[in-house]
Each structure stands twice: as C-alpha cells, then as structure tokens.
C-alpha cells in the first residue's frame, strides 16, 4: 500500500467533508507555489479544495522552492482522498461479485466462444487469455497477469488463493511479483503474448501521468512515451483509475486526463460525435505542462459521466499496426498509436480509413483488419437513453444512501442489476425489481442470439477461405 503524505490534521480534513468545517490551512509557502503554478493557482482558488494547503498532496515542497530542479512528488493514491470521500472510496474498491478473476471472453458461456473468437482474431495477441473485466479496483492488477500482456512474468503473490478477495484498497504491488529479471518485454511462458504497451496504461491508471506528455509523444524531458520498454513503465504503476482522472485534485471539478479523448473531443479534420453534438458539455483545456513539454487536461463545464467514462469505455487504438495507404509499418512512435476516433459505430470504418491506419492482417484471409473493441460511448451516444439524458453513472454508479442517511454517488461501477431500485426503477416506477432483471435477461439473450448467427455466417466464410486456397 502507497504511504500517505502526513496531512497538517488528518481530523480537520475530514471535518471539511463532512460538516463544512472551514480548516484554517496553514499557507506552508502556497503563495510561493501559485508564483510559478499560476495554473493550478486559478484551479485552486475559490475551489471546493481551496482550503487544502499544496502539501497535502504534494511532498517535498520546501526543497522544490530551495531548487526548482528538485520536483515534489505528488500523491496518485486514491487513499489521499479517503478522509474526506470514506463511502465514495469504499464503494470504489468493492470487487463485482457479478465477475471471477481470469474469466475468459472465449469460455463457451461467454461473449464469443472459441474456436470462433481465435479464428476471427487470426494470430492477433489478443487471442491469448482475452478476460472479462471484474472491476475498477481489478483493472490495473488483471491487466499485469493476462497472458497476453507481458509473457507470463507477473504473477499473484498468492497463486489461485488472489481470486478470492471481496473488497478493500490495496496496491499492485501488494498482490502481484515480478517473476523474471530483467526488462525485456517478451513471452516467458508457452500460450503466452507480450502485447501490452505504455498506451495501455494511461486507461488504468494516472500514476504515471506527471511524466507522460501530451498523447505520449517522446520528449527528451518526459520519462515515458508511447516508444518507452512497457516492463519499465509498469514497475511505476501501483493503482488502478486514481480519483484525479475524473476529479481534479485541485478544484475539485470534473475533468478528462485522457489525452487520445482530450484529442478526439478538439478534432477538426474529421466531424465526431462529440462536435456534432448539439448539447456537447462544454469543456476547458488546459496545458498543465511546466516540465519542459506539453500535458493537457480538459475540466468540464458540469459534472458529465458520459465524457468521463469515455476515458476508457470507447474504441481506441493503442497498438502498432499498418499503413493500408502505403503498407508500411505503424510503430510505437507514430501518434496513430493512441487514438480514439470517437464516432458512430457506423462510421468506425470510415474514420480509420481517413487516419490510415489497420490493426492487424488476418492470418487465413489476408486482410487488413480493425480490432474493434468496447465502443460502449458511441453506442450509447444518441440512444433513447442519451436523449433521455440519463448518463452512465445513472444505471453504473447511482446516487445512494449510506448508513447514516446521508446521499452520495456510488463509486462501485458494475450492472445496474446490483442497484436496480436505485437505477431501473427509478425512471420505470410501474415495474418491479424481479420485471426489470427479466428484461435485462431478455434483451441479453435477444443479443447473444444475433451474435452467434453472426459468428456462425463468419465461420461459413473462413471455411470458403480455407476450400479456395486448397483449391489454389
């Protein structure tokens, strides 16, 4: 577990939060701080957070003002929030009961079913043990021990025994070894792929954030890049989505820290759903880079879960892949590598055509392919519930109760079947909890039905592929 900075009183801080106690901060050279960070100065004046001195998340400041070389470290631990924030932090890191660790998408319950999904995927990296995701406290350790993403080098400290935990904070590193030495980011065991990247690890984490320039772009004074040795990277990432990626630590208001969304959200070359938008949520962005390169936020006119959960929960690429245009290689280097086209599901395609970029070339048809994956956003973007203006956090994160009475916003994001009288029956007041689980089981089953036709016409294809390269 990440040690906590020592707060000027711990007490006093969650006074602030709970009855509107006004904390007499010491100035701890604030005002020397807001000189230079006339930024972060204008974030935190006037805030929800002004009266939390810079220390309290920052140490090492004294020495910072000694030798502005000498940076202070900054807290990424969502534990810095607790003390203010106990039920939203609780909830946080309470695991899906609903999931199990290292359920595999290709099980023949689940969503594609081998052989079809390895069969589709061709000799694609995620054909190597492509799970379902448990929960957001879970997000950074299952991504370590997937055997698709480092080769089988990470393991549980535990074994088999790790699958087991209900709930609770902890860190990576307190769960998980790294059991090869060295750096090398390949397969260390069979069945196994090292296709895990830096860009990965800016939707699991912000730990890594204050040294990452804008879209990772390599700069000689930002430690990581799109182009850094993952294993290094991820030796520095010990928590799974930080607080200050949708809440800034200085004004407390939300905001976006992914920068291919910050990117997607500012295009002009190609229309997205976002400039489309009639009733867009209007956002600021920043450049909060003072290091020697750029790095953006975006802070958010109004609270706006859909923007929030774009972050991850979209069509992205953050791979290498190939130039169809030129059939050259995309490497690590070129800033396709961090994308988020941020369109209509209908448009994917044609987004991708006009960056020219595929993921991958399929092993039986030879086609230059797009790995579609999750574009949960742009599904739900102009739906009957968007029009509605019901966001994500309305059915995954609700407005609850505590045990004191006191209402606050559930940070336990999973299936609204866990809050169905908080989410469902909110709005569909002439059902019951047992109609609405019957419609969610319907619609799921209508789903998974389609899904397997399709996947069944698909299969007819590869074996009209594979009877006409016998056939020369």
Known sequence: M?????FPSILALALIGYFGVS???????????????SNIGTLHTGSKHANLPCATCHDGTANHLKNPKTHPTVSMSPQQCSSCHPNQFETMYKVNDHRIARDSKKNLNNISPN????????????????????SHAYAAVDQFIADRSFGGRFQPKEGWLFSGDNSGFFGVWEKIDDTIPGNAQKPHKPGTAAAANPVCWTCKSTDVMMDWAYLGDPNTKAKWSRASNPVDLVHNI?????????????????????????QAMTRTDYPTLY?????????????????????KIA??????SKLMCAQCHVEYNCNPGTDPATGKPIKMDDPRTNLFPLVDVTRIEDFYKHASFKDFKHNQTGALLTKMQHPDTEVYWNSKHD???VGCAACHMPKVKDANGNVYTSHWATTPRAYIQETCLQCHKDKTEAQMNKVLDSMNAHYNGKLREAEASMGQMFIAFRQANDAG
């Open 387 to 389: 029009q509605m203006g």
């Open 23 to 37: 904390y007499a901060a010491p100035a701890q050279n604030d005002a020397n701080c807001t000189a230079c960070h």
């Open 2 to 6: 990440t040690k906590m900075p020592l």
């Open 238 to 262: 010990n928590h799974a989505l930080n607080c200050n990626m949708c809440h800034d630590p200085h004004s407390a208001q939300p905001r976006i820290v992914r920068d291919a969304l910050i």
């Open 115 to 134: 052989p079809f999904f390895d069969e589709a995927l061709g000799a694609h990296g995620f054909v190597k043990e492509h799970n379902l995701p448990r």
């Open 275 to 295: 400039s489309e938008s009639a009733n867009k949520t209007p956002i600021e962005v920043k450049d909060m880079g003072l290091r020697g390169f750029t790095r």
């Open 299 to 304: 802070i958010l006119g109004k609270p706006d």
